[in-house]
């Protein structure tokens, strides 16, 4: 890890845990607008972590506003911190202002977009109800990709949650198109939806570290038969397969990250979606299992964990979708190329 | 927990294109390939890759090695494992008892033993498990006992692979005397060089159920063993064996020791219209596999750099064993065909001998339940 990436760690780690609150959460879960964090994370500049460092970024690409993503995951950061960081993103390399406050992203990218009595309808749109406005990304011309901002004046929401309350709003923006776009070059809207896909992985990657970190400490606090059961091997077992998974899924997105911007970018990422996907499941499932009925519990803050780890696991696509790409990849490829791709990576 | 990315450089990929290029002229020996290639013993391959010095190629020149890095043997075993090349002679000296020799031995032993090893012509066993003494390695009961000029050893050891093609075992026995590992049962253990062709040592093929003999028991009656084939000091032995294991864990041969099942099916797939069925299967299989690999190599970059990763390579272990025993199960779906054990229909027999030999991935070099306690511990737990 170089500098720069400890130094964004440390930075977003501090200020994650001071923020963060089971208050900040619950006014998200209310549909509310947690506006302290907002400030001190805005306020912090690191919406424009991915950006060039004359734009106000760290320097590091896109891989600085993964790491950010990562830590907001593990923390639970009622923010919509991937399309925040990655709107931004996409508005500065279109060239489009980046305007004050909070943004969003929509991927009009599957044909044909959604219309409704000739109305642009963006289906689940990450927080769209509390935003300044949408980016919009579109099929360009030529594999290009399309960038359009579209003001809040300009969209009605319908308003919709995921499993952890977070808001995936249903927008209905007032004409067929949005009026200006400026086209990305050398970028196809299938690569902007693979970052978005990574954003996930890597929250989910923090996520389930605090799952796991809690499952550990439960269990060696929790004590029935007269011990802790973190002494029983059939509760260690199940936690060390659990931590399994976590790493798996944790390497596979650092690999993804690591890889941004060489050929195998968009592998990687699917890899990384495949391992989060994966690794969800028993990760959430472990925790749950070794906490009892306390982490059923809405007070107990496991569920804060899980909840978004069975959200973030289906969005951009789920393991099955990118597992059948993948696979379609592999199969063209053929055994002889087979390998090769595979040591490729990684050089 | 570590298992940051790893970017091989350049020079590993002049390395690759040779090992390829060699593997290209070698179909006589590779026969298209073959599952579980690492227990497949073919000497005159050993020798063949001793001449290219791609065996030892981590010790020290002055010994006959390579002076090379952990990473570029990784290189070359990926490939050899890729290939399903017969690596089993040579495998397990090449792998831990070179670099436990390297460690621990005494300047007459390196000079005697490693330059064989690079030759590819001196094969080692390893002598751990006994009949009642497998997961629980303390339990051994085999004992060297102090006589004039060496020791006499009596005993024995079992699923000792290769023993009967191998010159020598690594033998883990108590040197402490009878009831003193009652206080310490990690203690009073010592390793010897054994040299099979000794007097009082007899050996027997196990034939497991895949029909292969290369699992062996050892039965060890007075042998008398010289002074100088004491590795390392007395009583050192579990610390010892523990390097060992560091060396067993973390490899390529953890997550590869059927590809051929996966490359080969891949193709099957294709070329018999069942790509769409199998595309979801394969997607999955290859998000794994580019994973493991990855974590694999974490792993020996940090062996490189002088640390000993033990969770890590638990971790690589576990999930790379589960994944070459889930190919199987994954694939016969999509793949749809009868598993079989004729060489002549290559499917069929991939795909059977990937079945059969499948039980023995996760119990060789310590079983699931013994990774996962040591994780556990690791964890924090216990």
Same mark, same amino acid.
């Given at each position: 890890m170089n500098e720069m990436t400890s130094i964004i760690e440390e930075s977003v780690n501090d200020l994650f845990a001071e923020e963060v609150t089971p208050e900040s959460i619950e006014t998200m879960e209310s549909g509310g607008f947690p506006e302290p964090l907002w400030s001190t994370f805005d306020g912090g500049g690191w &919406?424009?972590?991915?950006?060039?460092e004359e734009d106000g970024g760290a320097g590091t690409g896109l891989s600085g506003g993964y790491t950010l993503m990562r830590i907001a995951g593990y923390h639970a950061a009622p923010l919509p911190v991937v399309e925040a960081i990655l709107g931004t993103y996409l508005l500065s390399a279109s060239g489009l202002p980046i305007p004050e406050g909070l943004l969003t992203v929509a991927l009009a990218d599957q044909s044909p977009p959604g219309e409704n009595n000739g109305r642009l309808l963006l289906p689940r749109v990450p927080w769209a109800r509390h935003a300044r406005g949408v980016v919009v990304v579109l099929p360009g011309r030529n594999g290009s990709t399309g960038v359009a901002w579209v003001d809040r004046d300009s969209y009605q929401v319908q308003e919709h949650r995921n499993l952890a309350g977070e808001p995936r709003d249903d927008v209905l923006v007032s004409s067929r198109k949005p009026a200006e776009e400026k086209l990305i070059h050398a970028t196809s809207t299938e690569q902007v939806r693979s970052w978005f896909a990574l954003g996930r992985a890597a929250q989910i990657a923090g996520a389930a570290q605090k799952a796991l970190e809690r499952t550990i400490a439960y269990a060696n606090e929790r004590r029935q038969f007269g011990r802790p059961?973190? *002494?029983f091997q059939a509760i260690q077992h199940q936690i060390a397969v659990q931590a399994e998974q976590l790493y798996a899924a944790r390497c596979a997105a650092d690999t993804a990250i690591a890889h941004l911007? &060489?050929?195998q970018e968009w592998e990687c990422i699917a890899a990384a979606k495949i391992l989060s996907g994966e690794a969800v499941g028993i990760v959430a499932g472990t925790a749950h299992a070794v906490h009892g009925?306390?982490?059923? &519990? *809405?007070?107990?803050?496991?569920q804060l964990d899980t909840r978004r780890l069975w959200s973030w696991r289906e969005e951009y696509g789920n393991e099955d979708h990118w597992s059948r790409r993948l696979g379609e990849f592999c199969l063209a490829l053929g055994e002889d190329r087979l390998w090769t791709f595979l040591t490729a990576q990684t050089g | 927990m570590n298992f940051e990315p790893l970017t091989l450089d350049r020079e590993t990929d002049l390395l690759r294109k040779e090992v390829r290029a060699f593997l290209s002229d070698q179909r006589d020996f590779l026969k298209g390939g073959y599952i579980d290639c690492w227990s497949i013993c073919e000497p005159a391959f050993s020798r063949l890759l001793g001449e290219k010095g791609w065996i030892g190629m981590t010790l020290p020149k002055q010994y006959g090695g390579g002076g090379r890095t952990y990473l570029e043997r990784y290189v070359v075993v990926e490939e050899l494992l890729a290939a399903g090349a017969p690596v089993g002679a040579h495998w397990v000296a090449d792998r831990q008892t070179g670099p436990l020799l390297l460690s621990f031995g005494t300047e007459e032993q390196k000079e005697f033993f490693l330059p064989q090893i690079v030759r590819g012509e001196c094969y080692f066993a390893i002598g751990m498990s006994e009949p009642d003494s497998g997961s629980d390695l303390a339990a051994i009961r085999t004992r060297a006992e102090r006589v004039e000029g060496g020791w006499r050893i009596t005993g024995g050891k079992t699923w000792t692979s290769f023993a009967m093609t191998c010159r020598y075992v690594l033998l883990l026995c108590r040197t402490a005397p009878p009831g003193s590992e009652a206080a310490d049962r990690h203690k009073g253990m010592s390793q010897f060089i054994l040299d099979l062709e000794s007097e009082g040592v007899t050996r027997r093929p196990i034939r497991n159920l895949a029909g292969e003999d290369h699992f062996c028991e050892i039965f060890l009656e007075q042998v008398f063993v010289p002074e100088n084939r004491l590795l390392g000091e007395e009583g050192n032995g579990w610390r010892q064996v523990m390097a060992e294991l560091a060396f067993e864990r973390s490899g390529p041969e953890r997550f590869l020791s059927n590809f051929r099942l996966f490359s080969e099916g891949l193709d099957f797939l294709r070329t018999s219209g069942k790509g769409e069925i199998g595309a979801r299967t394969i997607g999955r299989l290859a998000a794994q596999l580019m994973n493991l690999r990855q974590m694999s190599l974490s792993v020996a970059g940090q062996l490189q750099a002088g640390e000993l990763p033990v969770n890590e390579a638990s971790i690589v272990k576990e999930l790379g064993t589960t994944f070459e025993q889930n190919l199987a199960e994954a694939l016969r779906g999509p793949l749809a065909i009868e598993p079989g054990v004729d060489a002549g229909e290559r499917m069929s027999s991939l795909l059977g001998k990937s079945i059969l030999t499948a039980p023995s991935f996760s119990l060789r070099g310590g079983t699931r339940e013994i990774l996962r306690g040591i994780l556990a511990k690791g964890l924090g737990l216990r």
């Open positions: &919406t424009r972590i991915a950006l060039s059961i973190g *002494k911007g &060489t050929p009925a306390i982490g059923f &519990t *809405k007070e107990f803050a496991l | -």
